[in-house]
């Protein structure tokens, strides 16, 4: 995987993102996906990082600042991550999370949280190598009926 190269997203990144994002979750892609992609790589204030082989999308992590959080300081938040199924376990996730972490240092952020499924062991474990921990936030939902 050296020829893989981690580089800042880009717009025409779109389409291969919600691939790979239907092809991890076995569903279609909503429209209103590809649109938020697309606004995140306009905002030069968010580290979205993608990873490229041969001229191809085969990864994503979109991230995000958070200035205004109940009572922390500006943070980072990883919303959400992808590797094609057929390049998964070989390191791009990390390669791309360490681009997002030095981002963030040179920006001044020392804290970058992100919010996982209890059930998803692979991505509790995931984060777990990149140094995650719990953090003193609990997620909280309404369901609108």
């Known amino acids: 995987m050296n020829n893989v190269v981690i580089r800042k997203l880009k717009t025409v990144d779109a389409d291969y993102i919600s691939k790979i994002y239907g092809d991890i979750t076995q569903k279609s892609v909503r429209t209103d996906f590809k649109k938020l992609i697309e606004t995140h790589a306009k905002r030069p204030e968010d580290a979205c990082f993608v990873a490229e082989?041969?001229?191809?999308?085969?990864?994503?992590?979109?991230?995000?600042i958070l200035t205004l959080g109940f009572g922390i300081e500006k943070s980072a938040w990883i919303a959400t991550l992808g590797v094609s199924p057929k390049f998964m376990g070989q390191g791009l996730g990390a390669r791309m999370a360490e681009e997002i972490f030095k981002?963030?240092?040179?920006?001044?952020?020392?804290?970058?949280?992100?919010?996982?499924?209890?059930?998803?062991?692979?991505?509790?474990?995931?984060?777990?190598?990149?140094?995650?921990?719990?953090?003193n936030f609990i997620n909280l939902r309404k369901v609108l009926e």
């Open 53 to 64: 082989l041969d001229g191809k999308v085969v990864g994503f992590m979109i991230s995000y």
């Open 103 to 135: 981002f963030y240092k040179a920006e001044g952020i020392n804290n970058i949280y992100t919010s996982v499924r209890w059930d998803s062991t692979d991505l509790l474990s995931f984060f777990k190598t990149l140094g995650f921990d719990r953090s």
